[in-house]
């Protein structure tokens, strides 16, 4: 209840979501997490009964990339509750670490975009409209569209923005969707090259 109050959570959960979807728990078989932050991957264990924590998906693969779940279960962070063992310990025997990038469900790709964390990873995939990824927080809002625009707590700056600059000329080269995980307004977003500042990108929210 402290971290809700503080964090402004609600209580609203990623189950609740699956549930206005017709999905249960138990019928979910991949999870992909972008890193392993607990205001990201918190949702992947919950509290039993007896107050335990357990992993919410029990018959998924959860996947994360090696040095992400490496760097989780040694706390390397600059934030001493960042990476939670409660929640990492209930899932260890589900996760699926990849090294750099790959496809891990048909047609469901993740790739490194270090910086927020040394090993955070987006995903993208295709329907009907064109590409959609998920930049993770690379990019977590319209206002960091900035490439040298970072977080305060991103562990490798210069990273980030590299990251994010490679990002940004795909996805504006592709015309990709991209959804930011913390963006308030509209999450979803088109990238498209600013005529009047060589190197800089504007969103356009679809």
Known sequence: DRDRGFYDLERRTVVDALGEAGVTPGDVTTVIVTHLHF???GG???LDADGTPVSTFPRARIVVQRTEWEDALANKSTMTKT???THLDPIAGQ???VDGEAEVRPGIHVWPVPGHTWGQQAVRFADADGIVAFPGDVMPT???AGPAFSMGYD???YENMRSKVTLLERAA???WRLVLDHEPGNPVVRVETDPKRPGRYRLQPT
């Open 39 to 41: 205001d990201h991957a």
């Open 44 to 46: 992947l264990t919950h």
């Open 83 to 85: 990476y939670l063992r």
């Open 95 to 97: 996760v699926d670490v």
């Open 142 to 144: 319209v206002n960091h």
């Open 155 to 157: 562990m490798l700056p």
């Open 173 to 175: 080269a592709e015309t």
